[in-house]
T-cell receptor
């Protein structure tokens, strides 16, 4: 079975705090892709990152960083020095090579307070 | 450039009515997907088009749901005899290359469907 679990339903932080959003996935496939999307209040899903199963290098993009660990089937997302504009629902998703559907987690609602 | 667009942004209908939801993908994108997002949940796959044909409709919940993409660009999701349980946000996404190559999917703003 393919499944994505985002155990944190809601997180609230104060501006400038660092915050990590957890994502744990399940798949028996060896070739797969992991994604993070941001869904601000406007509703549109915004692509943040894609990572394939053969690339475990961590990635940093500005204040965002991602930690991919196959040993624990996790693909966690950290926002450093959070800002109010980071407030949104964040989704982790899994897509197996050769499959057409992306499996999304239930999302984590992040609220950053000034 | 222009992203994925969806119309209408909101649709309110009565139980039993027929609705059509439209998706205009990013120009040049060959793959098109429909997802449904219920309140508090992540999007769930409905159907995938590669070009004009529905390559995978395994996510459609029942035969009241149907989608077309006659010219390989714009797609229409059609729901017959709507039920209250169909109320959700319907999202469309497109990607440059076929699904098997797992290109990134870019999403539209969605259509919020409310069935009274």
């Amino acid at each position: 079975a393919q499944k994505v679990t985002q155990a944190q339903t809601e997180i609230s932080v104060v501006e400038k705090e660092d915050v990590t959003l957890d994502c744990v996935y399940e798949t028996r496939d060896t070739t797969y892709y992991l994604f993070w999307y941001k869904q601000p209040p406007s509703g549109e899903l915004v692509f943040l990152i894609r990572r394939n199963s053969f690339d475990e290098q961590n990635e940093i993009s500005g204040r965002y960083s991602w930690n991919f660990q196959k040993s624990t089937s996790s693909f966690n997302f950290t926002i450093t020095a959070s800002q109010v504009v980071d407030s949104a629902v964040y989704f982790c998703a899994l897509k197996m090579w050769g499959n057409n559907d992306m499996r999304f987690g239930a999302g984590t609602r992040l609220t950053v307070k000034p | 450039g222009a992203g994925v667009s969806q119309t209408p942004s909101n649709k309110v209908t009565e139980k039993g009515k027929y609705v059509e939801l439209r998706c205009d993908p990013i120009s040049g994108h060959t793959a098109l997907y429909w997802y449904r997002q219920s309140l508090g949940q992540g999007p769930e796959f409905l159907i995938y088009f590669q070009g004009t044909g529905a390559a995978d409709d395994s996510g459609l919940p029942n035969d009241r749901f149907f989608a077309v993409r006659p010219e390989g660009s714009v797609s229409t999701l059609k729901i017959q005899r709507t039920e209250r349980g169909d109320s959700a946000v319907y999202l469309c996404a497109s990607s440059l290359v076929p699904s098997g190559l797992t290109d990134t999917q870019y999403f539209g703003p969605g259509t919020r469907l409310t069935v009274l």
